[in-house]
T-cell receptor
Framework: GQQLNQSPQSMFIQEGEDVSMNCTSS?????WLWYKQDPGEGPVLLIA?????ELTSNGRLTAQFGITRKDSFLNISASIPSDVGIYFC??????????FGEGTQLTVNP | GAVVSQHPSWVICKSGTSVKIECRSL??????MFWYRQFPKQSLMLMAT?????????EQGVEKDKFLINHASLTLSTLTVTSAHPEDSSFYIC????????????FGPGTRLTVT
């Protein structure tokens, strides 16, 4: 089946630093999505990307849909303690089915 | 914003019993709902797609007779784990797609199932 390779698996940064994480796939996706999940909760959508090459920002978050439709990155600028959590990329195929990456655990030290 | 609820938020059951988990879209209609399973420190894995008024579509490797899905209305889907075993212990998360919007899925808060 389809797989998404997400890296890095974990990151430990200081408050104020910028963060970058990415996902790659051997398959093409129609839509790329980035989610954040806090412990014991469901994922929350951060950014949705619908077109190849699209660059979208949401506050301190910026994400891009790779031109080949097989990759995406997420940047977080000026990190703050509440950015702590697990970040997942997800690719959407027909029927709105989502395939999730393995996740990036982000720790922000104040 | 669109809200999806799940009930219960956590449940403990004995091996061999069945457990029903509800997923509700509170302020929108969802023609399609999805059920995911997440083991500790792992990603979400899609189990099945639930369409209102029709049979669910299961992902490869997911036993449809063990994980019964019913989507009887535009705001409710249920997942029943039948004859639960300890290896079924997991975090079960549903999502709902707004019938009025093209793309977005909204996720529920999850249900923690522990089978003893």
């Amino acid at each position: 089946g389809q797989q998404l390779n997400q890296s890095p698996q974990s990151m430990f940064i200081q408050e104020g630093e910028d963060v970058s994480m990415n996902c790659t796939s051997s398959s093409i996706f129609n839509t790329w999505l980035w989610y954040k999940q806090d412990p014991g909760e469901g994922p929350v959508l951060l950014i949705a990307l619908y077109k190849a090459g699209e660059l979208t920002s949401n506050g301190r978050l910026t994400a891009q849909f790779g031109i080949t439709r097989k990759d995406s990155f997420l940047n977080i600028s000026a990190s703050i303690p509440s950015d702590v959590g697990i970040y997942f990329c997800a690719g959407e195929t027909s029927g709105s089915r989502l395939t999730f990456g393995e996740g990036t655990q982000l720790t922000v030290n104040p | 914003g669109a809200v999806v609820s799940q009930h219960p938020s956590w449940v403990i059951c004995k091996s061999g019993t069945s457990v029903k988990i509800e997923c509700r879209s509170l302020d929108f209609q969802a023609t399609t709902m999805f059920w995911y399973r997440q083991f500790p420190k792992q990603s979400l894995m899609l189990m099945a797609t639930s369409n209102e008024g029709s049979k669910a579509t299961y992902e490869q490797g997911v036993e449809k007779d063990k994980f019964l899905i019913n989507h009887a209305s535009l705001t409710l889907s249920t997942l029943t784990v039948t004859s639960a075993h300890p290896e079924d212990s997991s975090f079960y998360i549903c999502s709902a797609r707004d019938a009025g919007e093209a793309y977005e899925q909204y996720f529920g808060p999850g249900t923690r199932l522990t089978v003893t």
